[in-house]
């Protein structure tokens, strides 16, 4: 589905920035100059298209000045040569989102060497030099995941979960929350965890072999909705299990993303929760983070005036912005992005 934002809901958010004053933060307007290099992780899932809007609004708009953004689809090897581009055209500052968080650490290296600092989104490099890593408490999500399924189900049944790639920080953060959850809160709920590497056929190939083996699955975690949704409901649908929320047969099925699809689909009944990864946030806050490092601004650890927390982390500093859980209860909240780009024409 393709989404159509006006540029001036999310500019004026963008915008915004700049202007506030508080605990961890200080105006960037002084100081702030040089090209940015912005690379994207990949475009196969609607999490990141939403995030790509958000961050080529904030450049259209001058929150930095930005050399031309690119696309390292989900290839360490293309991110790497993005990079060095980035470095050829003078980028004095870079904004990734490496989806491999190890093999990004020669070139965060390098980077280091030549005084560029490094934002990161959503992922946190294993190794290298950072001036700030945006991004959620992902072992939240995989906790909050566990907690509601346990709840749904009574603490009883069968659950498949589908495992990010586990060489990405974040696919490793889900996997062991969720996994240490089940087994000390709900030792009784049998858990299939099949890795994935984030590809939603892949997800769908083998949710199909253990529906076979194990018919009774009762509960669902799907660690991306932009990738696993629609192949998942599909297969459900194709074999008569895509029971409405509240009915005999009914499989519990929570994600994370947030994107207006999971919302659809909890409004329809199709699965009964997500939580939403903040795409404007993390766009926002990149792009303020990539500004305030051009102005030389430091930070420290502690809370922040938007409803996160900065932590020291070994290579450097984490943001970490809240990630709400979305039901039936809260899903028309105007004030979860999903939400707002749904009220654009």
Same mark, same amino acid.
């Given at each position: 589905?393709?989404?159509?934002?006006?540029?001036?809901?999310?500019?004026?958010?963008?915008?915004?920035v700049?202007?506030?004053?508080?605990?961890?933060?200080?105006?960037?307007?002084?100081?702030?100059?040089?090209?940015?290099?912005?690379?994207?992780?990949?475009?196969?899932?609607?999490?990141? #298209?939403?995030?790509?809007?958000?961050? #080529?609004?904030?450049?259209?708009?001058?929150?930095?000045?930005?050399?031309?953004v690119? #696309?390292?689809?989900?290839?360490?090897?293309?991110l790497?040569?993005?990079?060095?581009?980035?470095?050829?055209?003078?980028?004095?500052?870079?904004?990734?989102?490496?989806?491999?968080?190890?093999?990004?650490?020669?070139?965060?290296?390098?980077l280091?060497?030549r005084?560029?600092?490094?934002?990161?989104?959503?992922?946190?490099?294993?190794?290298?030099?950072v !001036?700030?890593?945006?991004?959620?408490?992902?072992r939240?999500?995989?906790?909050?995941?566990?907690?509601?399924?346990?709840?749904?189900?009574?603490?009883?049944g069968?659950?498949?979960?589908?495992?990010?790639?586990?060489?990405?920080?974040?696919?490793?953060?889900?996997?062991?929350?969720?996994?240490?959850?089940?087994?000390?809160?709900?030792?009784?709920?049998?858990?299939?965890?099949?890795?994935?590497?984030?590809?939603?056929?892949?997800?769908?190939?083998?949710?199909?072999?253990?529906?076979?083996?194990?018919?009774?699955?009762?509960?669902? !975690?799907?660690?991306?909705?932009?990738?696993?949704?629609?192949?998942?409901?599909?297969?459900?649908?194709?074999?008569?299990?895509?029971k409405?929320?509240?009915?005999?047969?009914?499989?519990?099925?929570?994600?994370?993303?947030?994107?207006?699809?999971?919302?659809?689909?909890?409004?329809?009944?199709k699965?009964?929760?997500?939580?939403?990864?903040?795409?404007?946030?993390?766009?926002?806050?990149?792009?303020?983070?990539?500004?305030?490092?051009?102005?030389?601004?430091?930070?420290?650890?502690?809370?922040?005036?938007?409803g996160?927390?900065?932590?020291?982390?070994?290579?450097g500093?984490?943001?970490?912005?809240?990630?709400?859980?979305?039901?039936?209860?809260?899903?028309?909240?105007?004030?979860?992005?999903? #939400?707002?780009?749904?009220?654009?024409?």
């Amino acid at each position: 589905m393709r989404l159509h934002p006006t540029a001036a809901a999310a500019c004026a958010a963008l915008l915004a920035v700049a202007a506030l004053a508080g605990c961890n933060r200080g105006s960037t307007a002084a100081g702030a100059s040089g090209k940015v290099g912005i690379d994207l992780p990949r475009a196969d899932s609607d999490f990141w #298209n939403s995030y790509a809007q958000y961050v #080529n609004q904030g450049v259209k708009s001058g929150v930095v000045s930005a050399l031309p953004v690119s #696309n390292s689809q989900n290839d360490i090897g293309k991110l790497v040569a993005n990079v060095h581009a980035f470095i050829d055209q003078g980028a004095k500052a870079v904004v990734i989102a490496p989806q491999d968080t190890g093999a990004i650490a020669s070139t965060l290296g390098e980077l280091a060497a030549r005084k560029i600092p490094v934002v990161s989104v959503d992922t946190r490099p294993d190794k290298g030099k950072v !001036y700030m890593v945006v991004r959620a408490d992902n072992r939240a999500y995989g906790t909050k995941a566990c907690e509601y399924l346990g709840q749904r189900l009574g603490g009883r049944g069968k659950v498949v979960e589908f495992e990010g790639d586990l060489s990405s920080i974040n696919g490793r953060d889900r996997s062991q929350a969720f996994g240490d959850c089940m087994k000390t809160r709900y030792p009784r709920t049998q858990v299939f965890a099949l890795p994935t590497n984030w590809q939603g056929d892949v997800a769908s190939a083998k949710l199909q072999s253990v529906l076979a083996q194990h018919p009774d699955i009762n509960g669902i !975690y799907m660690q991306a909705g932009g990738v696993f949704l629609q192949p998942t409901l599909a297969l459900l649908q194709q074999k008569g299990l895509l029971k409405p929320v509240g009915t005999a047969g009914h499989i519990a099925i929570v994600s994370n993303d947030g994107i207006p699809q999971e919302f659809d689909a909890i409004r329809a009944g199709k699965i009964d929760a997500t939580i939403a990864q903040p795409a404007d946030l993390y766009a926002e806050y990149a792009l303020y983070y990539a500004k305030a490092a051009l102005a030389g601004k430091s930070f420290h650890p502690g809370a922040t005036d938007h409803g996160s927390t900065i932590v020291a982390i070994p290579n450097g500093l984490e943001d970490q912005l809240p990630a709400p859980l979305v039901t039936k209860a809260n899903v028309d909240d105007p004030k979860l992005w999903a #939400n707002q780009l749904r009220r654009q024409p």
